[in-house]
């Protein structure tokens, strides 16, 4: 009896002692110790949560307050949108929590098919989809799913192969699952019993059309798509039934040259076993257009009974000119001489002036933009001499010259710049274009004009001259009242025993006189000792001058004109190319007669200091 109670009392004890050390031996409790108690996430990120066990021992069981804010997976917490959720971690009565806060995130996961948005499939065809759920940049795991919209055009399967099945179209789904959130792209599937053809020109593809000129030849490609890919197999032939082009096939591709303007088509049919398909393009054949750098002087001096005959470049075959256009005004040729490659045509309803003109045959536009119709072209002194009397007649408003060729003088007296009676009278109302020729070895008192009115324009020309007087006088003009610019002006002064009021350009620049962009070398002589002060481009009056520059060996050659002290005056030319580095366009200088290189002026080729 009293070896069984004993035996009770140990198996009492034992019972404690176990009991004891669930909740803790030696009296202490239990405790799990997470890593953390707090944590903030953003939406799709991941947080592992890690535990101590202190006077316990068990598998943890882990779950969230709330599993649409956070799921929790071993420890593992994955954060599903933006709120709050507790997560625990627990060994049967003993427990361990952490707050959780999520908040939104700045990106968003997409999905995306390959590039893929459309597949073109014959019936039988199979196309794999390619599906990928980036975030952040990078590729992330997901679970996918595919659903066609038209089984009886295109089934799809669970991994995502689809099988055309007949003729039509049909709308593949295709669903991603990332993290709690549902991504939803499409593929359209076209189904049908033909081949499809990509057209492209330098790998650009080809619209409804294509444009090119006469004799031009373009390349075109194509690469044929049988079950949405590539498919070399697939016969191609190019045909066309139209004069306009004519046609070179090279394997796939093929060769167009325009042969005559117009409008045409060319077909190319893809074929393979049964299933073919084609496409016929557009052609638009344009005419050439050749532009002519050679200058065209149409002399309206020469006409006889409004009639101008023209020579034309050796390159521009007058036998096929159709038409001679001048802006909005069109004429038809009068006549042609093939031996001599000049056309006759009526000019009377052309203005004067500076123009564009084409000469339009049936397949070419032949454009001369550095064009002129001149009332008088100056060639030689004979020209020289009708301008002359023109300027003395004051008829020459509304008129266009130009110097077509450099005209000497010989030293004689120039009568338009010569008092006659009571005074020079002559007058230039027009517009003379030098187009950088040089009228040189004349003598005048006044100037080459007594008075430029307002609406005149002088420019591009070389003059070389002698001014002999004792009054007043400047060597392209007495009185400016329009433009002089771009000029070289390369005169001698020598002044009788008045020397007064003389100028290398005017004498008085008047307040609607314009002198702009002019180089002047003047020499400055007075027989009876008498020096006045000069000026290098006008010696009186309130007119612009701007972007002048003048060298001179004369001391009393003072200041650029009378209505400023401006720099732009040099004793030599060493002075002036050490200040003057270059004739820019941007401010007027014209670059197809002016340049500096290397320590040389030249205008028109010509070299001037």
């Known amino acids: 009896m009293k070896k069984r109670l004993t035996s009770i009392l140990v198996a009492i004890l034992s019972l404690t002692l176990i009991l004891a050390c669930a909740t803790g031996c030696g009296g202490k409790k239990g405790k799990i110790i997470l890593s953390e108690t707090t944590a903030s996430m953003v939406v799709y990120d991941d947080l592992t949560l890690t535990y101590d066990l202190e006077n316990i021992e068990g598998d943890v069981t882990w779950s969230s307050s709330d599993s649409t804010v956070v799921i929790v997976n071993d420890g593992v917490l994955t954060a599903l949108k933006a709120g709050t959720a507790t997560i625990t971690a627990a060994i049967e009565d003993v427990s361990a929590t952490c707050v959780v806060t999520v908040i939104a995130s700045d990106y968003v996961p997409a999905l995306s098919l390959g590039g893929i948005s459309e597949v073109n499939l014959i019936p039988g065809g199979t196309y794999a989809i390619a599906p990928q759920v980036t975030y952040k940049g990078s590729p992330v795991q997901a679970t996918f799913s595919y659903e066609s919209g038209t089984e009886a055009v295109a089934t799809v399967s669970s991994t995502g192969n689809i099988t055309a099945v007949a003729d039509g179209q049909a709308t593949v789904t295709v669903k991603a699952i990332f993290k709690g959130t549902e991504i939803i792209e499409t593929v359209t599937v076209n189904v049908q019993s033909t081949i499809a053809g990509i057209v492209t020109i330098d790998d650009v593809a080809v619209g409804e059309d294509v444009i090119l000129s006469i004799e031009d030849e373009v390349t075109i490609d194509v690469s044929t798509l049988v079950n949405g890919a590539e498919?070399?197999?697939?016969?191609?032939?190019?045909?066309?039934?139209?004069?306009?082009?004519?046609?070179?096939?090279?394997?796939?591709?093929?060769?167009?040259?325009?042969?005559?303007?117009?409008?045409?088509?060319?077909?190319?049919?893809?074929?393979?076993?049964?299933?073919?398909?084609?496409?016929?393009?557009?052609?638009?054949?344009?005419?050439?257009?050749?532009?002519?750098?050679?200058?065209?002087?149409?002399?309206?001096?020469?006409?006889?009974?409004?009639?101008?005959?023209?020579?034309?470049?050796?390159?521009?075959?007058?036998?096929?000119?159709?038409?001679?256009?001048?802006?909005?005004?069109?004429?038809?040729?009068?006549?042609?001489?093939?031996?001599?490659?000049?056309?006759?045509?009526?000019?009377?309803?052309?203005?004067?002036?500076?123009?564009?003109?084409?000469?339009?045959?049936?397949?070419?536009?032949?454009?001369f933009a550095n064009t002129t119709i001149a009332d008088l072209v100056i060639m030689d002194v004979a020209g020289l001499n009708a301008l002359r009397d023109e300027m003395l007649a004051h008829t020459t408003e509304g008129k266009y010259y130009v110097l077509g060729a450099d005209v000497d003088y010989g030293g004689n007296r120039w009568e338009a710049g010569w008092p006659t009676g009571a005074g020079n009278n002559a007058q230039f109302a027009g517009v003379l274009d030098g187009r950088g020729h040089k009228i040189s070895n004349l003598n005048t008192r006044r100037g080459f004009v007594s008075t430029t009115v307002g609406g005149s324009v002088i420019k591009n020309v070389i003059f070389d001259i002698t001014i002999v007087g004792s009054g007043a006088g400047g060597a392209v003009t007495y009185n400016n009242n329009g433009t002089i610019k771009n000029c070289v002006i390369l005169t001698r002064i020598t002044a009788g025993e008045f020397g007064v009021t003389f100028a290398g350009i005017a004498a008085s620049n008047h307040p609607t006189g314009v002198i702009k962009n002019c180089f002047v070398s003047i020499e400055y002589y007075n027989k009876y000792d008498t020096y006045k002060d000069i000026n290098a481009v006008s010696a009186t009056g309130e007119g612009a001058v701007s972007n002048c520059y003048a060298i001179s060996p004369s001391e009393y050659v003072k200041y650029i004109s009378a209505s400023t002290n401006s720099d732009g005056l040099y004793k030599t030319s060493t002075e002036f190319f050490a200040e003057v580095t270059s004739l820019a366009e941007e401010d007027g200088w014209d670059q197809a007669y002016w340049a500096i290189n290397n320590g040389e002026l030249t205008f028109n080729g010509v070299k001037i200091a």
């Not at 016929?280 to 101008?308: G, M, P, R, W, Y």
Request: overall charge negative; charged content about 20%.
């Open 231 to 367: 498919d070399s197999a697939v016969e191609v032939v190019w045909s066309t039934e139209d004069d306009k082009v004519t046609i070179a096939q090279s394997g796939s591709s093929v060769t167009i040259t325009g042969a005559k303007v117009g409008d045409g088509t060319i077909k190319v049919v893809y074929s393979k076993g049964s299933i073919s398909g084609e496409r016929e393009i557009a052609i638009s054949v344009l005419k050439k257009i050749i532009n002519k750098d050679t200058a065209l002087f149409i002399d309206k001096s020469t006409v006889v009974s409004n009639a101008c005959t023209l020579a034309l470049p050796a390159d521009v075959n007058v036998a096929n000119i159709q038409a001679i256009v001048v802006g909005d005004v069109s004429k038809a040729a009068t006549s042609v001489n093939q031996t001599e490659n000049t056309i006759t045509f009526d000019v009377s309803e052309f203005a004067t002036g500076e123009i564009a003109l084409k000469f339009e045959t049936e397949n070419y536009s032949y454009t």
